[in-house]
Each structure stands twice: as C-alpha cells, then as structure tokens.
C-alpha cells in the first residue's frame, strides 16, 4: 500500500524523532523503566508543551483537531524509542473515550488539564475472563438512592497506578456478555474502598490490578448511554490497537536495524556472519514482514474514521499481522544475536519484550482472527 505523510504530518514525525533522539537514549529509557514511577513526569510536561498531548483531541474541545495519522505518526517514533511515558493509555485508551462520551461539563474539566500534562487517567475495563471481549463486564454498579455502588475487579489496567482519575466499566443490568447494560463511570483514584495493586509489566511498563470494594459515586459520575456504552469502548479499543500496533511497528524497524548491523561486523570463520545467505534471507524475511505490518497499519488508520464493521475488521486484521510480525522479528534478532540478544546490556531483548507485551494487549491474536471471520460473515461495510 502506498502512502504519504502531509507535509504537517511530515514535520510532526521529524519533531517527534529528533526530541527522542536529543533527550531519550537508551541508557535513560532503562533508568526510567527501574524508577518507581516508570516513566519521567518531566518528560510527560515536555510532550504537552510540543503538543503532542493535544494531538488526540478536536479543536472544539481545545485539541488540535489531529485524526489517526497523526496519532500513529507519534506513536511509532515513540515505539521506536520504546518510551515508558504512557501515551497511549492515559491519551487513547482514557482521553478519547471522555471525548466521545462525556458531556460538555466532563469534558471541560478534564481534556484542558489531560492535554497539559496535569493528569493521567486510565480505563479500568479488562477483567480476568473478558479474553479481549469488551461487553465482558462482570464488575457490578448498583443504585443507592441517587448513588451508584460498585462492586468488582479489573485486571491489568494500563497506568492504572498512576492515574489520577479511573474510567471504570461496570454493569447495571444484564448477562456478563450483554451489550446492553454497560455504565462508566468518572472516578477519583484516591476513594475509599478502590484498592490498587501497581507493578511493572515484561516491558518495563506499568499496570495495575484494582479492586472496588463497594466504592460509592454519584450519579453525576456517569458517561455515556448504557445502551451504547459497549460499542463506544470497542471503537475506543480498536484506535487503542491501531496506535500500540504503530508502536510495535516503531520497535520493529529498530529490531530490524540493529540486527542488520550487528551482521555486518560479527566475524564467524573468518567473514561477517551478514555474509551468510541463510541469514541475509532471514533479514530479508524481517524487512519485509515490517514492510507488511506497516501497510496494514496505514490501512487501519484510514478507515477508523469510517467507523462501523470495517473499523472493526481493519484493527482486528492490524492485531493479528503485527502480532506474527513481533514475534517473527522478535526471535530472529535474538537468534542472530545469539547469547547477547538476550542479555540486559543490549537494546535487542528490551524491544522484543515490548512487542510480547503489546501483542498480548487488547484480545489475543485468536480472538482477533475469530472476531475478524464474524465480522465478514455479517458482510456490512
């Protein structure tokens, strides 16, 4: 597929690399990584100042109106410099779902003050059994008066620990699979009864396991429509594949790189090991699975706007592409590398783990492909 960035997209991408380059080699990403927050609260306020915080958002609500390109433009630059800094998830994941369901007043006091840095949020929506389904949603909301109680766990909530405000799924009404039925809910992360259990991810990312112990809100806390909720969270999740996929693809290209590079100057009887044409067909194999998933990611990116079953499809086939491609990569540049692709010194292992951690996120490559066959036997656009 063949593509081109505007030039304003251009210029995003160039701005975006060379403040990574300038201020995010290795060796800070892996003291950032081993901090207790995980990432750099200085470099968070750096991104808001570029705008890329804003990037996300419509003009209307003080955004600067970017759409998916934009988004995945960052994102890779990002993946290519495997930032810590939850972008993604405080942005994507947190800040586009208040933009679609909040009202003016929610939206207002939470988009201005997420857009410069001055609060993280975090969806805490997956849950033990829910396999990537965004209608699986066990967690209980019940009415007290005028007053929501709820009741439930939520499992690997990305920045869940650091988070200032949650977005909490929970079901009024319904099966545990139901569609209809859904609340989310605003929520202070510091009220009683939430119990958060933070810890760094394979990546040196963060999450969190958090309990809600029958946590009381008001009425005013609630987004959204429960009759749509899960259709507002499942479109929410697909830009959420589409911008971690860019991140991958990011990781990949390095991956590729490195690897490329490293046969170049390793001798082995005699001559570099690049000269080896078994090797240089693997190389060849990484190159072009990158070049594949890249296409795909373009694809994807275009018709989120569309909306609909083609959304659908387009990030369910995004997930299942980059997840064969960060595996397939993955492993070759450990095995060209040989010992030292798995050491802690080289950026080889870092990267591969990133791609592992985001292949699992968001529904495993076998629901994507089930999800993926359902979609195409509806036959909607």
Request: one cysteine or more.
């Amino acid at each position: 597929m063949e593509f081109e960035l505007s030039p304003e997209q251009q210029m995003l991408k160039d701005s975006v690399g060379k403040f990574l380059q300038q201020h995010y080699d290795f060796e800070t990403r892996r003291k950032l990584a081993n901090s207790e927050l995980g990432y750099s609260e200085h470099n968070w306020k750096a991104f808001a100042e570029l705008g890329w915080l804003s990037i996300p958002f419509a003009e209307e609500n003080e955004g600067f109106g970017g759409g998916m390109i934009d988004i995945i433009t960052i994102a890779e630059a990002l993946g290519k410099a495997l930032v810590t800094e939850p972008y993604v998830a405080d942005l994507v994941l947190g800040g586009r779902l208040i933009e679609m369901l909040g009202g003016a007043e929610q939206r207002q006091a939470i988009l201005p003050r997420l857009m410069a840095g001055d609060l993280q949020l975090a969806l805490a929506h997956s849950e033990r059994h829910s396999a990537g389904n965004p209608a699986c949603v066990s967690c209980r909301a019940e009415q007290a008066g005028d007053d929501y109680v709820i009741t439930g766990d939520k499992v690997m909530v990305l920045n869940g620990a650091s988070a200032s405000k949650l977005l909490v799924s929970a079901r009024t009404t319904g099966g545990e699979r139901d569609r209809a039925g859904i609340e989310v809910f605003v929520v202070d992360a510091d009220l009683p009864g939430i119990h958060r259990h933070g810890y760094p991810t394979l990546d040196g990312m963060r999450a969190a396991d958090i309990r809600f112990d029958r946590v009381r809100l008001p009425a005013t806390a609630r987004i959204g429509d429960p009759a749509s909720n899960a259709d507002v969270l499942e479109a929410v999740i697909d830009e959420a594949i589409v911008a971690f996929a860019a991140e991958a693809i990011g990781a990949m290209e390095v991956l590729t790189h490195d690897t490329v590079e490293y046969a170049k100057t390793r001798n082995q009887f005699g001559q570099p090991i690049g000269k080896f044409q078994a090797l240089q067909f693997r190389m060849v194999d990484m190159w072009l699975a990158h070049q594949k998933s890249l296409s795909t990611l373009y694809m994807a990116a275009l018709y989120q706007a569309e909306g609909g079953t083609i959304a659908k499809r387009s990030a369910s086939a995004l997930k299942v592409v980059v997840s064969k491609a960060s595996r397939f990569i993955g492993e070759q540049a450990v095995q060209i590398h040989a010992g030292i692709g798995t050491s802690d010194e080289l950026r080889v292992g870092h990267y591969f783990k990133r791609l592992l951690c985001i292949e699992a996120l968001l529904g495993s490559m076998d629901y994507h492909l089930d999800r993926y066959a359902m979609l195409m036997e509806d036959g909607s656009p």
